[in-house]
C-alpha cells in the first residue's frame, strides 16, 4: 500500500538558516512525488515535483528536492530560508495505486521562522 | 492556468442545514475532480473521486448519502453536505487533475456547523 510519512512535525529555524524537511514514502512502484506548501487557510501550491530523470529536483522560491531511491526518500531542502516560507508543507506520492489517481499526502511539517 | 477556483472560502451554518461547495475550473475541462478534507494539524484525506457524467466514488468509511457530489459538466463540481453536524466542521479542498499527473487545487473552504 502506498503511504507518506513525515517524521517533523514541526520545525523552528531562524531565518538565514537552511532547512530540511524530510519525507519518506512506501509505493509499490516508480512513484510521483510532490511537495505542496499550504500557508494558514488556502489551499496548496506546488513547490515542485519528480517524475523521472534527474534525481535533484528544483522548484520555486528556491527550494530543491532530491529522490533516493535506496533511502524512499524525497527531502525537501531551501540554502536560506525567508521569513514568508513560514507555513505546512506537505509531501505527497501518487498516483493512487487503486486506479484514481490521487495522491496521498504525508501529516504534514508546520515550518516556523524566527527572526 | 489550470485554476480552480472554490467557493465560499468560509461558511458558518446551523446544525441540520445544508452546505453547497462549488469548485470550477477557470481555464481548463476538469475531467477528474477529487475532493479531500482536512482536519486542523492533519493531513489531506481523499474522500471521493468524481469523473464528470459519472457517479462519485467515494472512500472507505465516507457517508455519500451524508456528501453529495455533483459533476455535471467540465467546468463545475460541486460537495454538498447533507444535514451538516458539528463534526463535519473542517477544510475541504478540491482539487482537479489536469493531465501528465498534474494536479491544481482550489483554495479550500473552512466550514464550521454551530
Known amino acids: 500500500a502506498q503511504s507518506v510519512t513525515q517524521p517533523d512535525i514541526h520545525i523552528t529555524v531562524s531565518e538565514g538558516a537552511s532547512l530540511e524537511l524530510r519525507c519518506n514514502y512506501s509505493?509499490?512502484?516508480?512513484?510521483?512525488l510532490f511537495w505542496y506548501v499550504q500557508s494558514p487557510g488556502q489551499g496548496l501550491q506546488l513547490l515542485l515535483k519528480?517524475?523521472?530523470?534527474?534525481?535533484l529536483v528544483q522548484g520555486i522560491k528556491g527550494f530543491e528536492a532530491e529522490f533516493k531511491r535506496s533511502q524512499s526518500s524525497f527531502n525537501l531542502r531551501k540554502p536560506s530560508v525567508h521569513w514568508s516560507d513560514a507555513a505546512e508543507y506537505f509531501c505527497?506520492?501518487?498516483?493512487?495505486?487503486?486506479?484514481?489517481?490521487?495522491?496521498?499526502f504525508g501529516t504534514g511539517t508546520r515550518l516556523t521562522v524566527i527572526p | 492556468g489550470a485554476v480552480v477556483s472554490q467557493h465560499p472560502s468560509r461558511v458558518i451554518c446551523k446544525s441540520g442545514t445544508s452546505v453547497k461547495i462549488e469548485c470550477r475550473s477557470l481555464?481548463?475541462?476538469?475531467?477528474?475532480m477529487f475532493w479531500y478534507r482536512q482536519f486542523p494539524k492533519q493531513s489531506l484525506m481523499l474522500m471521493a473521486t468524481?469523473?464528470?457524467?459519472?457517479?462519485?466514488?467515494?472512500e472507505q468509511g465516507v457517508e455519500k448519502d451524508k456528501f453529495l457530489i455533483n459533476h455535471a459538466s467540465l467546468t463545475l463540481s460541486t460537495l454538498t453536505v447533507t444535514s451538516a453536524h458539528p463534526e463535519d466542521s473542517s477544510f475541504y479542498i478540491c482539487?482537479?487533475?489536469?493531465?501528465?499527473?498534474?494536479?491544481?487545487f482550489g483554495s479550500g473552504t473552512r466550514l464550521t456547523v454551530v
Open positions: 505527497a506520492v501518487g498516483p493512487s495505486q487503486t486506479g484514481a489517481n490521487n495522491l496521498f
Open positions: 509505493y509499490g512502484a516508480t512513484p510521483y
Open positions: 481555464d481548463f475541462q476538469a475531467t477528474t
Open positions: 468524481s469523473n464528470e457524467g459519472s457517479k462519485a466514488t467515494y
Open positions: 519528480y517524475f523521472s530523470g534527474d534525481t
Open positions: 482539487s482537479a487533475s489536469i493531465g501528465g499527473f498534474g494536479y491544481t
